[in-house]
């Protein structure tokens, strides 16, 4: 199975029209689980896990994953599979909930620049500011509490948020953070089963959360605001890629295999020892090896 092709097919062009019908949730590319050995994964997380340490060696470059998605598609899980293998010293995740007062007395940008990646890590943000493109869409009401100025307000406000959002990433790109931006593509029925598993399985009630299906009502919405995201700011310099959701083993290698791909792409290198370093190393071999033979 050739990962690095067909998570290239995953990836959104920049400048193209989505249509969410058009990315089939259950997509597998004719494989069976069965099919595909439980080492391909370990191999994809191994290959992550020796990049970030060159990464984090070298401190000159970031990288950003982004991960959206509607409740039920797994993001915890998928996270915690990539980063399995990863030193945690490397590796910063943020999860973003609904602004609290302080960050509301900021543009929504704020809280994001806050939690972006220092030098030599990868940084993992479950969701992102792209909710304010989505979930504040979607529901109209959210805008209140932000207290933005009225000339701001009207049908303008999203296309100025896309191109708000695609010059900060360029930004971002051009100063040395590199980004990633994932959408785990679920399906209504597989998120129907995903929170009845919620309902039904004990140890996983504390994940249920009643407001989660009233938000089932507004799927159709959420699927329109998604396509304008995804039309809007896949960028050649922070691309969109749509991963089937349904089933989560073809889910976790397609993304796993993404990050690595892009960090490969970005090459960093351990750093050479100064030339200071490298002479002073032969007398202080010699002498470490003397003290073992002691």
Known sequence: MNFAKLAAQFRVPSGQKVRMQEHDPGFTAGYKKS????????????????????????????????????????KDSIIRHVLSGVNPTGVQVFSFKAPNAEELDHDYLWRI?????????????????????????????????????????GDGLW??????????????????????????????KEQAV?????????????????????????????????EDVFTHTSTEWAPWYIVPGDRRW???????????????????QYPEASAETRAAMPALRKQLAAELEA
Do not use: C
């Open 250 to 268: 073809f889910t976790r290698l397609a993304v796993v295999n993404i990050i690595a791909q892009k960090l490969k792409e970005m090459a960093p």
């Open 159 to 188: 296309r100025m948020r896309f191109e708000q959002i695609n010059n900060f990433e360029k930004y971002l790109v051009e100063n040395g953070t590199e980004i990633v931006k994932i959408y785990l593509n679920i399906s209504k």
């Open 35 to 74: 099919d595909v050995p439980d080492e391909l994964l370990a191999e994809g997380v191994a290959e992550i896990a020796a990049w970030q340490e060159k990464l984090y060696a070298e401190n000159r470059q970031s990288l950003l994953v982004i991960f959206q998605a509607l409740d039920g598609a797994g």
């Open 194 to 226: 995903q929170q009845l598993e919620r309902i039904d399985v004990p140890e996983k009630h504390w994940k249920f959360n009643p407001n989660d299906i009233e938000e089932r009502r507004y799927w159709d919405d959420y699927m329109a605001a998604f």
């Open 113 to 153: 620049v806050r939690a972006l990646p220092e030098r030599g890590r990868i940084g993992i943000h479950n969701r992102s500011h792209y909710e304010e493109v989505l979930a504040v869409r979607v529901h109209p009401a959210f805008l209140g509490p932000q207290r933005l100025p009225p000339r701001t307000l």
